[in-house]
């Protein structure tokens, strides 16, 4: 089975291309992905089959080899903000989240930007908590 690395994957669009280890670029539809996984981080290393579509080389049955590296998880206690900085960004995350509840007691879900910026605050503050 061919290998190479995920070039770039676009959850919210549902495909992404895999940079072939011979050269070649590969569609990656969301079909190919393994059950339970909705998305591929870019410089995941994967193996997967190989059929030709209307378009060209697309992938099937995708499996992660070793997904790619967080940055998150090699940090140490050193690398933690201090406590002090710590106070400020909770605070603002909860103010955000705080904003994010009211509307969904409205029965409005954030939009797109919005969603995505609340995403990665709790990931960041997750990773901070975490170190």
Request: proline share 5%; charged share 30%; net charge neutral.
């Amino acid at each position: 089975m061919p290998t190479g690395k995920v070039r770039f994957y676009d959850s919210d669009k549902g495909f992404g291309f895999i940079a072939e280890d011979e050269g070649a670029d590969v569609f990656l539809p969301s079909s190919a992905l393994p059950t339970g996984v909705t998305t591929v981080r870019k410089g995941a290393r994967v193996e997967f089959g190989i059929v030709e579509g209307r378009r060209g080389a697309q992938a099937l049955s995708l499996q992660l080899l070793d997904p790619a590296p967080s940055v998150a998880a090699g940090r140490r206690e050193r690398d933690r903000r201090p406590a002090e900085d710590m106070v400020v960004i909770i605070e603002d995350v909860v103010q955000l989240l705080d904003g994010v509840g009211n509307g969904l007691r409205r029965g409005h879900y954030p939009d797109r930007k919005l969603g995505s910026t609340v995403a990665r605050a709790l990931r960041g503050l997750a990773d901070q908590l975490d170190a």
